[in-house]
């Protein structure tokens, strides 16, 4: 890789982590309902870092699990993000390997809603070890596993999930027609 290249990744890198960082904080769209939390593209940082490559994208999951510590979320909503490690690496692989993947609409969704069942399984084992360990923090555990961990957590991650990984490839594409940014092959 050349030297103006790695610094472009660089550069888009420390954006998207600034990014990642500032909307926990600062999101007026964020719902709380621990060990569950919805905030409005909250993943979109990461998930344009997939467009990247495989370490940028987990050095953005890195960098926005902070966001969440630093804007006083529940320490088992802050391993939640910091979770998206796994995500984000492997979501980021898969279309390093297979960039066509993202070209229809069939395999796009498709890929969408496998990345988010990856997602909420990675969230769901988070809240599990939190729900056995019986440090219950919240109400909402008192609902049961099925309800606090699988529904709540579960479901509501891989709609959650989807719908900001279709904001991304939205965002991304639209900064690439717009700019001198090179957008990656992996959206035209």
């Avoid at 998207?16 to 007026?28: H, K, T, V």
Wanted: proline residues 3%; positive net charge.
């Amino acid at each position: 890789m050349n030297k103006k290249a790695n610094t472009y990744k660089v550069t888009i890198a420390a954006l998207l982590i600034a990014i990642g960082i500032l909307i926990p904080m600062i999101s007026p769209l964020k719902i709380i309902l621990e060990p569950a939390s919805f905030t409005l593209a909250s993943h979109v940082a990461t998930m344009i870092a997939m467009f990247l490559s495989p370490a940028i994208a987990a050095a953005v999951a890195i960098g926005t699990a902070f966001g969440f510590l630093l804007g006083g979320f529940p320490i088992v909503i802050a391993l939640r993000a910091a979770s998206h490690v796994i995500f984000a690496f492997v979501g980021a692989k898969i279309l390093s390997r297979r960039p066509n993947i993202l070209q229809n609409q069939k395999s796009f969704w498709m890929f969408n809603l496998s990345l988010g069942i990856l997602h909420a399984l990675c969230e769901v084992i988070v809240v599990s070890l939190f729900y056995f360990s019986g440090n219950l923090s919240s109400d909402y555990y008192n609902q049961g596993m099925l309800m606090s961990v699988m529904l709540l957590v579960g479901v509501g991650t891989v709609v959650h999930s989807m719908v900001d990984f279709w904001l991304a490839k939205i965002v991304w594409k639209t900064v690439g027609k717009q700019s001198r940014v090179k957008s990656t092959s992996y959206i035209k």
